[in-house]
């Protein structure tokens, strides 16, 4: 069975930081391009990073670029996001979704709340 399962959620105030996890099991890790994604209220879902399947390129959206870092511990099957440097507008539930290279299978975990607030 397929699970992908974030943790490390949280209130947070303005300025702080927060780590999130994403724990895999059942499909090869390290086959998968890896990212986050995060959904505001009444917003869309967006990209906010994303690492190859060796970890060896990351990518992040504008909003973000600077104060996340994203990783990949393929033995361990985890994708992480270190957060810093936290803004109001970062509030969000932020997913893990694992792309199949060359296919069309994805993944999505079920999310964890992040909100910054004073």
């Known amino acids: 069975q397929v699970q992908l399962v974030e943790s490390g959620g949280g209130l947070v105030q303005p300025g702080g930081s927060l780590r999130l996890s994403c724990a895999a099991s059942g499909f090869t890790f390290h086959y998968y391009v890896m990212k986050w994604y995060r959904q505001a209220p009444g917003k869309e879902r967006e990209l906010v990073a994303g690492?190859?399947?060796?970890?060896?390129?990351?990518t992040y959206s504008e909003s973000v670029k600077g104060r996340f870092t994203i990783s990949r511990d393929n033995r361990k099957r985890t994708l992480s996001l270190q957060m810093n440097n936290l803004k109001v507008e970062d509030t969000a539930v932020y997913f893990c979704?694992?792309?199949?290279?060359?296919?069309?299978?994805?993944?999505w975990g079920q999310g964890t709340q992040v909100t910054v607030s004073q």
């Open positions: 979704k694992a792309e199949g290279m060359g296919t069309d299978t994805a993944y």
């Open positions: 690492v190859t399947i060796d970890g060896g390129r990351k």
